[in-house]
Structure formats: structure tokens, C-alpha cells
């Protein structure tokens, strides 16, 4: 087979390294940089798995921003692109996805069967394919975390997608193969049904993290130990000890938008749930920044802006509404980031040394300890209890 993946973020890449394996694999996008990386067999995103991947492992995957190339006699052609929520239209932005579609026209002529892997809303790959007769349009969706794109990959829970077709069959048996776990978890559903699964899936989790985060809460207010009631309610085999990590919020590149999207799909459907997901998290927001400004700091420093250990992503990261929620109340704000190139973020002033930093605040929130922050304990928050996730 002949596969060219569009977009080399976390979906993209580690898909284009698991179907290379086995397939020609062209990795298609606009960033000169990431194009250069990947040919030189480097990561251009922080993911052990990946990183490996391209170092030491055959692979037959070439990266390129030439589009002719790339799609004109393609026989599948996945798409990995970005779809951010739009708040203003209460949906996502599939622009993007849109734009791939009528290059693949304008390029491709052995039509190709597109897979949508990008998260879109339900019902849009029914409404493509609609209006779109020439190339067959498959949504599959990819349940990866954040530094452990190809590991997931590799080692999947379940393989969905949104096909029963030859070509459905097809594509899903790509994935198997690629697989190291011999993935038995195979499911073809109706595209719409996919669609569902991918946002019910990531709403629910969104769900779990709220929930014990309120949980946190409750015990931080009443003075009680959150942990040893998280220990507690953990052993009951229906609940489990796993996800269970209190944090600021949760964030990263799925769970806002496609709680949200999900909320925006309920339009005349009766929830009171959905809307409480959403809600939540920024009430948990809210709280976690009084409690900060509770110790009346006069300079609050920022220690890391990601979401978690092991990843270089801090978009939506919750820390980073804590932060502007601390700063509306005029107190002073510095960020340490390593992986920011810039000197202020938010108007806030970035200090490289970290020794510095320390030293320059009073109190440092931080979403997940870390052990360089064991000389200066007495002065960091967080509610990370178990140290990991």
C-alpha cells in the first residue's frame, strides 16, 4: 500500500511510523522544520516511542510538503490535521480538514480512500460524503496520550472504524498489523457512531478527572486527607486506582474541545451531565486560584506550563486559566518554562535560570511535583498526591 498521512503532530506522526513498517508512508505538511527533522530520522515532538522509531527502526517513511507527490497516486490517505474549537460558532473548526479534501481532489486520481482522524463533530463524515463522490470518506478515531503517541499506537486497546466496507476492513487490518499486541478489539461501525465514540470516550474521561478533582476539593475546604479517601474508594474493582490524580484541570489537546463539541452536539437533546463536565472544570480552576491567593504572595511563580511529565504540549494546559485568574487580582506572575524560546508569556516575564526563579517567589504552583522543587518544598502548591500522571 501506498499511505500519505497529512499532519506530523501526535496523531499524525505516530500513525505514519506505524503503517511505515509495513507500507510506503508519505508524512505531508506545511512546516519546513518538522518536514527536515523527520527525514533526518529525529522527532520533532518529545515522544520516547517516536523518537526510537526513527532512530533505529526500518522504516519506509519519506516527509514532504510537496502535495503532488504526496497524494497523486495514494491509496490511502489519512487525515491528521488540527480541528480547534471555535466558541464563537460552537463548533469545530474543520476548515482544515476541508482544505486537505479538495487538494486530494485536485492531486489524486487513483481515488484514494481518505481517513479522517482529525476529531470532528457527529455527523460531519455522513455530510462529506454526501457532497463528496469521488473519493470514499472514512472516519477512524485515535485514542492516544500525550507522549505516548506510538506506544498506543503499537499497543491499542481497541482499533475503531467508522466503515464495514471492504474498505473499512481494509484500513482497520493496516492498523492490526502494525500493531505489536495483536489487536483482537477490532469494531466497524456506522462514521457517525465513530464519531460518538471518539467524543463520549474523551468526555467520560474528562468526567473521571473532574470528579476526583472535586473530590480533592471537598478534602482541601474540610480539612480532610483527599488521598486517603481516593485510596479508599480506588479498592472498590468498579472504580479502580486508575486516573485518579487530582490536578488543576484537565486541559492538553482533546478534552476542552471535545467536551465541548459533544456539549454543542446535545442542541435540543435533554443532559444535565454534559453541561456539568464543561462547568466543572472551570470552577475547579477558580478554586485552586483562591486558594493561591489565599496566601497572599506578592510574586506567584509558574513552574512548567505543559499538562504533565514527558510532553512539550501546554496548550489549554489548566494552569495557565489559574494563571491569568491570579494575575486579574494584580499579583505578580513569573513563568519558568524550558521549552519557551520567548522572554514573557501572557505578559508575564519568563526566567530561564531556575535557581533563579526559586529564589524570586513566594509561592510556585506547580501541576505536577517535581524533584527539582524538593529544596524549596515549603514553598510550592500543588495537588498532585500520587506523584505521577
Given at each position: ?18 503503517l ?11 512546516d ?22 526513527l532512530?533505529?527502526k526500518?522504516?519506509n ?5 510537496d ?15 488540527p ?16 482544505c ?6 485536485k492531486y489524486?486520481r487513483?481515488k ?19 457532497s463528496?463522490?469521488q473519493?470514499?470518506i472514512?472516519f477512524?478515531p ?45 469494531l466497524?461501525t ?7 465514540i ?7 474521561l ?11 476539593t471537598?478534602?482541601?475546604i474540610?480539612g ?6 481516593i ?11 486508575h ?18 463539541q459533544?456539549?454543542a ?6 443532559q444535565?451531565?454534559?453541561s ?14 483562591e ?10 511563580g509558574i513552574?512548567r506550563l ?5 510532553s ?10 489559574i494563571m ?14 524550558p521549552?519557551?524560546?520567548e522572554?514573557?508569556?501572557?505578559n508575564?516575564?519568563v526566567i530561564k ?7 524570586y517567589?513566594?509561592?510556585i ?16 502548591y ?7 500522571d
Amino acid at each position: 500500500m501506498k499511505i500519505t498521512v497529512v499532519g506530523t503532530g501526535y496523531v499524525g506522526l505516530s500513525n505514519a511510523i506505524l503503517l511505515a513498517q509495513h507500507n510506503k508512508v508519505i508524512a505531508l505538511d506545511i512546516d519546513v522544520a518538522k518536514i527536515e527533522m523527520i527525514n533526518n530520522k529525529k522527532s520533532p515532538i518529545i515522544d520516547n516511542e517516536i523518537e526510537n522509531y526513527l532512530t533505529n527502526k526500518k522504516l519506509n517513511l519519506d516527509a514532504t510538503t510537496d502535495k503532488a507527490r504526496a497524494y497523486s497516486d495514494a491509496d490511502f490517505i489519512i487525515i491528521a490535521t488540527p480541528t480547534n474549537y471555535d466558541p464563537v460558532k460552537n463548533y469545530f473548526d474543520t476548515s482544515s480538514i476541508e482544505c486537505v479534501i479538495s487538494d486530494i481532489v485536485k492531486y489524486n486520481r487513483t481515488k484514494a480512500t481518505i481517513i479522517i482522524k482529525s476529531t470532528v463533530p457527529v455527523g460531519y463524515t455522513k455530510k462529506l460524503n454526501k457532497s463528496n463522490s469521488q473519493h470514499s470518506i472514512i472516519f477512524s478515531p485515535e485514542f492516544l496520550r500525550e507522549g505516548q503517541a506510538l506506544h498506543d499506537n503499537l499497543y491499542p486497546s481497541r482499533i475503531i472504524v467508522g466503515d464495514s466496507s471492504d474498505k473499512g476492513k481494509t484500513f482497520a487490518n493496516l492498523l492490526a498489523k502494525g500493531s505489536k499486541n495483536n489487536c483482537k478489539q477490532i469494531l466497524l461501525t456506522n462514521s457517525t457512531e465513530a464519531e460518538s465514540i471518539k467524543l463520549f470516550a474523551n468526555t467520560y474521561l474528562a468526567m473521571r478527572v473532574a470528579f476526583f478533582n472535586e473530590l480533592d476539593t471537598f478534602a482541601e475546604i474540610r480539612g480532610v486527607d483527599s488521598k486517603q479517601i481516593i485510596d479508599g474508594i480506588g479498592l472498590d474493582p468498579r472504580i479502580g486506582s486508575h486516573y485518579n490524580n487530582p490536578s488543576f484541570g484537565y486541559g492538553g489537546y482533546c478534552l476542552p474541545k471535545d467536551t465541548k463539541q459533544l456539549l454543542a452536539n446535545f442542541t435540543n437533546v435533554p443532559q444535565s451531565i454534559m453541561s456539568a463536565i464543561v462547568d466543572a472544570n472551570k470552577t475547579r480552576k477558580d478554586h485552586i486560584a483562591e486558594m493561591v491567593i489565599s496566601k497572599k504572595p506578592s510574586t506567584v511563580g509558574i513552574f512548567r506550563l505543559t499538562m504533565k511529565s514527558n510532553s512539550d504540549n501546554f496548550r489549554e494546559s489548566a494552569v495557565q486559566g489559574i494563571m491569568k485568574r491570579i494575575k486579574a487580582k494584580g499579583i505578580n506572575v513569573v513563568v519558568y518554562e524550558p521549552t519557551l524560546k520567548e522572554d514573557t508569556f501572557f505578559n508575564s516575564p519568563v526566567i530561564k535560570d531556575l535557581t533563579e526563579f526559586k529564589d524570586y517567589c513566594d509561592v510556585i504552583i506547580t501541576n505536577r511535583m517535581d524533584s527539582a522543587l524538593e529544596d524549596v518544598k515549603e514553598k510550592v502548591y500543588t495537588r498532585d498526591l500520587f506523584i505521577r500522571d
